[in-house]
């Protein structure tokens, strides 16, 4: 995928690279301690982490950045199922926009990048979102996601239990 801006976004939009680790573990630390319920991983886990681990990570997986002028104000993941049975799914994972981004089309932007290059490589993208968080089902759901199932105590964090929505949406080949 080149660099791209959608929307009315001014974000440009890009895979990361394995020069990019340090800020990739910059604002996945930060999704994880502002946004903890909507992450299955922890701060203190992947705080712990050394540079090489997000190095990796970006290595191995598809994980694109959302930049406003020069700083990296969102991440998206995707991978594709595993298997042979799996493989026509891919699944968005990771989502993270910073409180001073929101509102500037780069959380759309970076879902559209991510819906842009799952195309031809599987026929339906899903998700999970926490219940709760109505802003980010709206964002979904204006990219074309649909609800399909509720996880009861999805994720359980200080005592508290956290509902997730199943959401996917279907690629046209």
Known sequence: ???????????????????????????????????????GSSFEYEGAQPLDFFREAVTKADIFGAFLEMALVGVAGYRTQVGAKQAHKGLLWGMYVRPVARGTGAGKSLVKAVLDHAQGRVELVQLTVVADNEAAQRLYRSCGFVAYGHEVHS???????????????????
């Open 155 to 173: 994720l359980k964090q200080g005592g508290r239990y956290y509902d997730e929505l199943l959401m996917a949406v279907a690629l046209m080949p």
């Open 1 to 39: 995928m080149t660099d791209s801006s959608t929307d009315n976004s001014r974000a440009r939009i890009r895979r990361l690279m394995p020069e990019d680790a340090s800020v990739y573990r910059e604002i996945r630390l930060e999704a994880l301690q502002l946004s903890s319920e909507a992450f």
